[in-house]
């Protein structure tokens, strides 16, 4: 009987490791990763953005005349 029941060889399992500093450079990001950090970049610049967009919102509907400027 304990020649019908084979062992089936254990696959190797990843092995993860932490990357250091000097690492970096060779380390590729997934798609998911780069999209993610352009998100945050771009939803920081438009939170930093907005008092300048606002005050600008606000010169062009005071008059026709700042509309022109």
């Known amino acids: 009987m304990s020649e019908a029941v084979k062992e089936v060889p254990r696959k190797e399992r990843p092995q993860f490791r932490n990357i ?3 690492e ?3 380390y590729r990001l ?3 990763g780069v999209v993610s950090i352009l998100h945050r970049i771009s ?3 438009m939170f930093a953005l907005l008092p300048v967009i606002l005050y600008l919102f606000e ?3 005071v008059s ?3 509309f022109e400027h």
Request: charged share 10%; hydrophobic share 45%.
């Open 20 to 22: 250091h500093i000097t």
């Open 24 to 26: 970096l450079s060779n």
């Open 30 to 32: 997934p798609l998911a």
């Open 43 to 45: 939803g920081f610049l």
């Open 59 to 61: 010169k062009s509907i």
């Open 64 to 66: 026709e005349i700042s």
